[in-house]
Each structure stands twice: as C-alpha cells, then as structure tokens.
C-alpha cells in the first residue's frame, strides 16, 4: 500500500504535469485531448487482454515490470531529443496507460491472496484511503514542482515513485497469485485439476478464458454491475472536466480555489468513509456488497450534481464532504465484490472492468467537453450523472430482486426437508454469483 500510494502522488502529479508539458510542446488544445485519448485507448486495449495475459503470468511479475516500464517511459521524456517530444509525448501516453491498467487489475485480483478472504474490504478501504490522500498531494504540489524545478524535475519524481513501487512489489512474499489458481474456479475448474492449474498453454489458456468470460455472462447482475460502473465512469469525466469551467465562471481571478477546496474536502470525506467502513467490517466480519456499491453510487451522482447548482459555500462543502464519501463507499464495495469470485473470473472480471471504465471516461471527456461549449456545466453533469443514477436504480432493484429470490428458495427447500446441505456454492454472492455449470 505504500509503495502503491507513492506511485500514485507521482501519477497526480505526472497528471497536471504532462497535460501542462503537451501543450507547451504543441501549443495546441487539441493536442492535450488526443493526449488523454491515446492514454484511455491503451488502457481499454490492455483491460480485453489483462485477464487471459494475467491467467498466464505471475501477478506479482506483472505488477513489478508494469512499474519499470512506467518509470522507463518517464526517463524516456528527460533524454528524448527535442526533435522527438511530440512522438515521445504520445509513446509515453501509450506505455502509461496500458501499464497502469495491467497494474490495477493485478493488483485489485490479488488482494485476497496478500490479507486473506475475510481482510479485503479492510485492504481495500486502506487502498482508497491513501489514494485518496495521494492525489490530493499530487494535485496539490503539481504547481509548485512545475513552476519552481521544472518539467525535468516532475518527470524525475514520477520515475522515482514507480521505481518505489516496483522495489515494494519485489519485496512482496506473495506465496500465491492468480497464475496459480487458473484451475481454481470452482466447479468449472475441475476438468483441468492439478496439470491445468501449471502446464496449460495455447489452447487450454483460450478454453479456461471463453469459459471464465462464459461464466461471467451467466450472472446478469455482475455485467450490471459492470456496466454501471461504466456510467459511472462518463459521470466521472463530466465533473472532471466541468469544474474549471464551473470555478472559472465563479471566480475568474482565482479560478483554481473552488477546484482545490472541492477536491481537498472530497479526500477528506473518503477518507473518513474509509475509517466507518474497515470499523464496520472489523466488527460485523463483513463486507458492505453489491447493495452498498448501488446506492452509494446514486449518493454520489446526486452530490456531484448538487455540486454544481450554487449553493453558499457551507452547503458546497457538506456536499463535496458527501461526494467523497460516498464516492469511496462506491470504490471499496465495487472491489470487494469483485474479489469474491473464484481467482480464474477474477482477473477477467478486473480486466472487463477496466476496459469499460476506460472506455466509459474516454468517450465522456470527449462528448463532455463539447457539451460544455454549448451547455452550462450543471446541465452537463446532471445529465452525465443523472444516466448513472437510472442504471443504479435498476442494479438496486436487481439485488434486491435477487435477494428476495435467494430467501424464499431457502425457506421453501427448509420446509420441503429434502435433506440438501443448501444451496449450492457460489448462489448466493449478493448478485455476482457465478453459474456452476
């Protein structure tokens, strides 16, 4: 968690400095969007393959060459002739994207294996946590680093975040990963017994991949889920992209205030959700679930809208507070659910997700930031967020379809007396449940 939160304050920081650097080799607005487009394109390119590739490889060797490539494309920008920066600025774009998303799937799919099954909401919560207090760092001193050492300086720092990160990987006793456990998914994963879980290759890799996205596909709730957190991702470009245009039309002097304090106050209300959580999951033993994931993500869009409806200060910052908590809740129970299925749909499961959050912020910075020639910021987000809102409801709905569904069949199977031992394993995981074939 150190490691990871050291290299994301650089990613932050690498964030203001690379869109700042892009503009100032090309002097061209367009130049910064086909900047983030290329990023965003890699990394949905490398969420479709992150799975198959992840069932192959050790998680731990793809988690420390994804750092050492990022910190080789950062030194790649200091000693780069400046003939070359515009080609170099896109190759960096490329490498950054896909490297960081190959990072996150493996990292998030070998969690339980790090702390355990019972310890991933309490990991996921301290994951957040320090993410949460890294971007701000990075946000925060992106400016003075920029303005004070220079771009050379930023890039430097950023190398040495992930070079950080990459010792604190290696140094990782991970006893197990997903590569060990390709055979381990449940009753599917029985044909292949101890030979596949080791030797498969070629054609088998292909079979255990159709047949763990086949799986997936046969839990509608889980794809809903998915594909919410897609929406939610366009919701998040919308209100990335409209607050400097929101805080400008505020204050036109000092345009970046609302942005920082909004930002600042949203950190701090993850973070202090992320302390009630890992409370709540230390004393229950349990993990909030896809119920929690649904309605904290309708909490959140409705903040995030409010945000931008003009109210005094006191009731933005109550409102931001709520974003960011809500907003964290959102991220933990996502991962968390997620991590319960078997360690073969894992990896798939964190891949198909990045793909369709990168896909889902790719697509919204690019209709949200033509909307907002022509809309005002409020309707923008209302409707980017608003979206998110409706398929939550449905996903709400579905759970709690499910769970009623999951109830009555218990109770009718108590009062038949068949004798079974109950339902079968893996048909009752809140709505991410996973056909046993």
Known sequence: ?????????????????????VYAVTNRALAVGAFMTVRFAAGFLTGLVAGPLLARCSAKGAMLWANLVQAAAMLLLVVVPDAHHTASLFTVSAVVGAAGTLFMV???????????????TWANSLMVSWRSMAMVAGF??????????????AFLADMGTFLVCA??????????????DTGDT?????????????????????????????????APALLLMVALRGVDALGSSSHNAALPVYSTRLDADSPAVFVSVFWCVWAIGNVLAQQVLRRYAKRTERAVGSLGFGLGTIVMSATFILAFAGFPWTATIVIALLAGAADGLT???????LQTLPSGLRTHAFGLSATVENLGFGVGMIVVATALD?????????????????????????????RNASRKATADSDEGGSGDAGPARGSHRDGAEVSGG
């Open 1 to 21: 968690m150190a490691g990871y939160a050291i290299s994301s304050y650089g990613t932050f920081l690498n964030l203001v400095a690379l869109n700042l650097y």
């Open 106 to 120: 493996a990292f998030r799919s070998s969690i339980p294996h790090m702390v355990g099954e019972g310890r991933t």
């Open 140 to 153: 925060a001193s992106s400016g003075v680093v920029v303005s004070l050492l220079g771009y050379t300086a």
């Open 167 to 180: 010792l604190t990987v290696a140094l990782l006793p991970m006893a197990r990963d997903a590569a060990d």
């Open 186 to 218: 449940g009753e599917k994963g029985g044909a292949e017994g101890d030979g596949g879980a080791k030797g498969a290759e070629g054609a088998e890799g292909k079979i255990r991949s159709s047949a763990a996205l086949a799986a997936l596909g046969a």
């Open 331 to 337: 991220e933990v129970s996502y991962t968390s659910h």
């Open 374 to 402: 022509a809309f005002t910021p409020l309707s923008v987000v209302a409707v980017a967020h608003g979206a998110a809102i409706l398929v939550a409801l449905v996903f709400v709905a579905q759970v709690l379809w499910q």
